[in-house]
């Protein structure tokens, strides 16, 4: 297949990039690229059969719409964009999404201690009621419903995606790695209790090839780690480094955790890369500077 990756030089482009081309022709286009520039001609000369948006700008200090910003021009306008090149194709179009399309869902009776941290009583599925908080989160809704007036679309919603990729970009997972690393300490809301369900860029590759495989589309996928990768950050800096001084720091959230059994009805696919396994991996990129050079993204 020829697959074109819009933003394909981000933290998650780089890891899914380098997922797809072991089996399939890749193209990507960037921040250099521009991506207004990008016309349908781009996808007749290189004969795409998949397109997935993970272009975006992240304001998430902003919790009022800010028209005219490069949020908006990017999050809103770019997928409108798409979706006018993409009119009258049968192009299979994944536009990216957010957890940040949910408030904090989790509250004190929905969770239970456990040595490791907090547990979900129940996982997040595709029938919780979406109201983002932010800017952000707010912009990506609305690229959602943008996608659905491309007959060939889907929408997969990401928690705590990462990649062990050699890129300096990244969420969560890289970045207190990195800072661990770095001071040999963590400061954490709540402790670091609460939970994360991280989903490798090599699983979300592998939801894109099912569901495209099966012709599924117009469907709004949660895409999580499952319940094996369930982690608290507590438990996940304690395993990048045993003696890391962990600091107390007011606020935060319980957790957030997808419930995956849609994309599994859907197509027969569940995670297989566990977060436990990749974050000596990516403890030891990180010391051996793997992670030096800035990669230019629309993120």
């Not at 030089?9 to 921040?31: A, I, Q």
């Not at 990401?158 to 970045?175: A, K």
């Amino acid at each position: 297949m020829n697959i074109l990756l819009v933003g394909g030089e981000g933290y998650l482009g780089v890891g899914l990039s380098r997922f797809f081309k072991n089996k399939h022709n890749v193209v990507t286009w960037d921040k250099n690229e521009y991506l207004f520039k990008f016309d349908s001609s781009i996808l007749a000369r290189n004969h795409i059969d998949i397109l997935l948006n993970l272009s975006f700008v992240h304001d998430r200090k902003s919790l009022r719409y800010v028209a005219d910003s490069g949020t908006e021009k990017v999050n809103i306008f770019g997928a409108m964009h798409l979706a006018k090149i993409l009119q009258g194709t049968e192009i299979s179009w994944f536009q990216i999404s957010t957890r940040e399309v949910f408030p904090n869902i989790y509250q004190e009776a929905d969770v239970f201690m456990t040595e490791q941290g907090f547990r979900p009583r129940f996982f997040i599925d595709e029938e919780a009621n979406v109201n983002p908080k932010n800017f952000f989160g707010k912009t990506k809704l609305i690229a959602e419903y943008i996608s659905e007036s491309h007959p060939y679309s889907n929408v997969i919603r990401l928690g705590s995606p990462y990649t062990d990729y050699t890129n300096n970009l990244g969420g969560w997972v890289l970045q207190v790695a990195k800072s661990i690393i770095a001071t040999g300490k963590a400061t954490l809301t709540r402790g670091g209790k609460q939970f994360r369900d991280p989903l490798h860029t090599d699983d979300i590759g592998r939801l894109i090839e099912q569901m495209h495989t099966v012709q599924k589309f117009g469907e709004t996928i949660h895409a999580g780690g499952g319940e094996q990768n369930l982690i608290s950050l507590r438990e996940f800096s304690q395993l990048v480094d045993p003696k890391v001084e962990i600091t107390d720091a007011d606020g935060g959230d319980y957790g957030f955790a997808y419930d995956n059994s849609k994309a599994f009805n859907l197509c027969g696919w569940s995670p297989s890369v566990l977060i436990r396994e990749k974050i000596g991996v990516i403890a030891q990129n990180i010391r051996d500077n793997q992670y030096g050079n800035v990669i230019p993204s629309i993120e």
